[in-house]
Structures are given as C-alpha cells and as structure tokens.
C-alpha cells in the first residue's frame, strides 16, 4: 500500500501569493496531522483532524493558516498572502485513529516564499 | 506543562564509538515516549518506542521516570546512522504529540 504522498514536492512564490498544500492519507487512517519543519527547528504542530472535523487549530500560527480535510482522506492547507517567514517545509503525517500511537509521515512539500 | 527537550542541536562522534542522544521530558503523569528519525532525503518515521522495550538498528531507549529521561543508545555507531533525531512525548491529548527540537547526528568516518 500506498503511503502517504504530498503534493506538490516543491513550491516556489512570490510574497503575499496564495498557495494551497495537498495531502494524502494512508488508506483508512482517520486521523491527519500538518506540521511545518523550519530550518534549524523541531517540528511545529499545525492542526489535527479525526475525520473531517479539527478538533484543534491551536497551532495555526495566523489566520492567514487554514486547512480542511473531505471525504476523511485528502486534506489541502492553504496560506494566503504568503510571507517570507512561511518559508518551511510543511509535513503531513496520518494515523490510524485517535489513539493510534504511531504517525506516518509525507515526504513533505519545501515552500520557498520570495 | 507537556515538554521534550533535547539539549544537543548537534552531535558528531567517530564511527565506531558510542553514541547517546539525549532527551528529557516534563509531565506530570505516565508518559510515553518514542524516538523518530529522519535520514537525508527522506521521510520521517518512527524508531522505537518505549512500551515496546525493542533494539532497532542497534539503537535502544530506556524510559527512566526518576531522571525524566529516554536518551536513545547506541553502543557502536555507523555511519548510516547519519540523521535527525527527534524525541517526542505522547501527554495528555490522544492524538497529539510533544515533539523536541530535534538532534542531528553526524558519524563521521
């Protein structure tokens, strides 16, 4: 089986652009998670969805930050007017459920804001 | 308050040697703890996990409640070895995980 895939791998901008980030879960899992790996950083924890719903944006760093997930698969995060500071590259990773102990991970997608 | 911490950003030691990443936590209930890791050019993924009490790689983590501690172990590091090290700590949320800073380690020929 698949794992989990992202897309696009690679994305270049231009600041105040809007790009939007999409990711594919493992088949069945039905929690998804985002997290952004800047340079010299540990991982920041985005927001977490259980099927459709996120139960917590907490992470989001701005309300220019927003995702959504349907159907309980593909989620896409989206970051309007992007700024320099969002440079990073944004994780995806999925679990089984709730409690599923173990998150596996996307290859992620480098975003480069200019 | 929930936290991992690893204190070392960097560690480079000879092929051959020991290695030790170091990772502390902070939580007031009973933790678990796991290791990931990250190899050049690829994806995140997970190394070992305290409840399994397992040897991957050669790598091993003992959770030590008194010290607050889950350094990950090896006692003779290869070169493949080369990666991030990041520790995270499963708290309180089912869902969420605490995740430190990260370590990266360089084995050097």
């Known amino acids: 089986g698949a794992g989990v895939s992202q897309s696009p791998s690679n994305k270049v901008t231009e600041k105040g652009k809007d790009v939007e980030l999409r990711c594919d879960p493992i088949?069945?899992?039905?929690?998804l998670y985002w997290y952004r790996q800047s340079l010299g950083q540990g991982l920041e924890f985005l927001i977490y969805?259980?099927?459709?719903?996120?139960?917590?944006k907490s992470g989001l760093p701005s309300d220019r930050f927003s995702a959504e997930r349907t159907g309980g698969s593909v989620s896409t995060l989206t970051i309007q007017r992007t700024q320099q500071e969002d440079s990073a590259v944004y994780l995806c990773?999925?679990?089984?459920?709730?409690?599923?102990?173990?998150?596996?991970f996307g290859p992620g997608t480098r975003l480069t804001v200019l | 308050a929930q936290r991992v911490t690893q204190p070392e950003k960097l560690l480079s030691v000879f092929k051959g040697a020991p290695v030790e990443l170091k990772c502390n936590y902070s939580?007031?209930?009973?933790?678990?703890l796991f290791w990931y890791v990250q190899y050049s050019r690829q994806r995140l993924q997970l190394l070992l996990r305290?409840?399994?009490?397992?040897s991957i790689k050669g790598f091993t983590a003992d959770l030590n409640k008194g010290e607050t501690s889950f350094h990950l172990k090896k006692p003779f590091a290869q070169e493949e070895d080369s990666a991030m090290y990041y520790c995270?700590?499963?708290?309180?949320?089912?869902?969420?995980?605490?995740w430190g800073a990260g370590t990266k380690l360089i084995i050097k020929p």
């Open positions: 995270a700590l499963k708290g309180d949320s089912n869902y969420q995980l605490i």
């Open positions: 939580y007031s209930g009973s933790p678990e």
């Open positions: 305290h409840i399994s009490r397992e």
């Open positions: 088949s069945g899992h039905t929690a």
């Open positions: 969805f259980q099927g459709n719903s996120a139960p917590d």
């Open positions: 990773a999925s679990s089984p459920g709730p409690r599923g102990r173990e998150q596996f």
